[in-house]
Nanobody, 115 residues
Framework: VQLVESGGGLVQPGVSLNLSCAAS????????ISWFRQAPGKERELVATISRTNYPTNVLDSVKGRFTISRDNEKSCAFLQMISLKPEDTATYYC?????????WGKGTLVTVSA
């Protein structure tokens, strides 16, 4: 199983950023995918989950209306579209899959929101 995130970077407050998670090594369409994030000095938190049937759930209150999770089963990719970014969104963002009772994580992509 491999999960590879991309799309992070340094951006100014208010702008948008799109993250991608490329998955391989398992049947992508059979599994839900989640995005987590971990800010410096803080615990990792769940941002959002997309079910295998493309239904978003578990959306973090602080990102509702700004972040959208989606997936493309044909491309084995999941996405996190982020708009109106705030400094408090600064974190490393991780893609996660729970497969046959095991947790799998990508290495993360860093998003820094700063003026």
């Amino acid at each position: 199983v491999q999960l590879v995130e991309s799309g992070g970077g340094l951006v100014q407050p208010g702008v948008s950023l799109n993250l991608s998670c490329a998955a391989s090594g398992f049947t992508f369409s059979d599994n839900g995918i989640s995005w987590f994030r971990q800010a410096p000095g803080k615990e990792r938190e769940l941002v959002a989950t997309i079910s295998r049937t493309n239904y978003p759930t578990n959306v973090l209150d602080s990102v509702k209306g700004r972040f959208t999770i989606s997936r493309d089963n044909e491309k084995s990719c999941a996405f996190l579209q982020m708009i109106s970014l705030k400094p408090e969104d600064t974190a490393t963002y991780y893609c996660h899959a729970y497969i046959y009772a095991r947790h799998y994580w990508g290495k993360g992509t860093l998003v820094t929101v700063s003026a």
